[in-house]
């Protein structure tokens, strides 16, 4: 099985967007295994806030580690 990646878009009548590049390997009977990842945004707001929290982070504050 080819796996191919892009992100698409919902259109207004429900459909996916498919880049012409993948339409173009497709045979019109093609039987295809979908899977859909929607982005989490409370996931990216949490790993941005860790990736913040930890660059203010230094080396001395190793002292509070084992309080």
Not at 11 to 23: A, Y
Request: aromatic share 8%.
């Amino acid at each position: 099985m080819k796996a191919y990646e892009y992100l698409a878009e919902v259109l207004p009548d429900g459909h996916l967007s498919m880049p012409e590049s993948i339409k173009k390997v497709l045979k019109p009977d093609s039987r295809l295994r979908v899977i859909l990842m929607l982005e989490d945004e409370e996931a990216q707001w949490n790993k941005m806030a860790t990736n913040q929290f930890l660059k203010g982070y230094a080396d001395k504050d190793a002292a509070y580690d084992n309080l």
